[in-house]
């Protein structure tokens, strides 16, 4: 695996790849990987010859101090994980190499309703952050397919968005969440997790499941309530638990059997902040 700090590197590696006609399939992360990044890198590696992983903890997209200055940072353990994984190039900038003008110059991005609701609305300004650093770096690494999960589901709906405002020709690709054995999904922010609150944690996708299981059985508003009681007895603070409609995220309260649904949530035990969502049909 080459590694490359520098962004007008990376630039001419990428053109090479291109010029010689393989296609690049890109997977950016914040870094301390798990088995979920790893699926990430093994699509893109199934789908092109050249797989390209970036690890930058943006600081743009978090909207708590606290929560960037606690992001856990594994660097050694990352780059060892990647090579093993078979992962071609890894791009590990600074913050003046992503944003050589200062991270307060940055720019906004239309994102209308998108940016109203769940996360949106629960961390202002963090997906002005991730359209900052994503077209950034995708005109660093202009690949020809990206790879992002659906564990970030309206993080895809955004990315999505910003491909099409910025004319990109990259190709979005939303692959499945991996899971740990007992449902959680694996995320970066579980390292941060006590004993105690890991075994709390479990409750969010428990209760996801719970609905997919019972929607055809219950009104929407019960499967709610349901889920709610049940990360309150796992002592979360819950910002959101809501089902709504899985392609535009408005609200559901009243299932026609047609629309696809998607239920979200997040949450917080003690300081940590966990998301997660399901498709229920
Ligand atoms: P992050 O490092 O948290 O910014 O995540 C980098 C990429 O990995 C994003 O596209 C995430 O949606 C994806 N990702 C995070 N957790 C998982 C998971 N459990 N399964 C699949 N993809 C994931």
């Known amino acids: 695996m080459i590694l490359f700090k520098k962004a007008a590197a990376f630039s001419s590696y990428i053109q090479c ?14 870094g301390a990987l798990h088995q979920g990044h790893l699926s990430l890198i093994a699509a893109a590696k199934e789908q092109n010859p050249v797989a390209i992983a970036s690890i930058f903890v ?18 050694e ?7 093993a994984a078979g992962c071609n190039a890894l791009f590990l900038p600074n913050v003046a190499e992503i944003y050589p003008e200062g991270t307060a110059q940055t720019r906004h ?10 996360e949106g609305k629960y961390r202002p300004g963090h997906f002005q952050g991730v359209c900052n650093v994503m077209h950034r770096l995708l005109s660093i690494i202009p690949a020809t397919h990206l ?27 939303t692959c499945p969440t991996l899971r740990e054995a007992d449902g959680l999904a694996m995320s970066s922010r579980n390292m941060r997790l006590n004993e105690t609150e890991r075994h709390n944690a479990v409750a969010i996708s428990k209760a996801l499941f719970s609905m997919k299981e019972q929607l055809n059985k219950m009104p929407i508003p019960a499967l709610i309530n349901q889920a709610t009681q049940l990360l309150l007895q796992h002592h979360f603070k819950i ?43």
């Open 147 to 173: 790879y992002m999960g659906q564990k970030d589901y309206q993080q895809c709906m955004v990315v999505k968005r910003l491909l099409s405002l910025i004319n990109s020709a990259t190709v979005l690709h």
């Open 58 to 75: 943006n600081p743009t997209q978090f909207n708590n101090k606290s929560d960037f200055e606690k992001y856990p940072i594994t660097i």
């Open 109 to 118: 991005y239309h994102l209308n309703f998108l940016e109203t609701v769940f």
């Open 239 to 281: 910002d959101y638990i809501e089902i709504t409609d899985a392609t535009t995220l408005q609200p559901v309260t009243n299932h026609n059997g047609q629309q696809q649904l998607v239920a979200l949530i997040a949450a917080f035990q003690n300081d940590v902040r966990l998301i997660d969502n399901l498709v229920l049909n």
């Open 17 to 30: 790849v291109h010029h010689a006609q393989n296609s690049t399939g890109f997977v950016p992360t914040m």
């Open 77 to 83: 353990r990352d780059i060892e994980l990647l090579e």
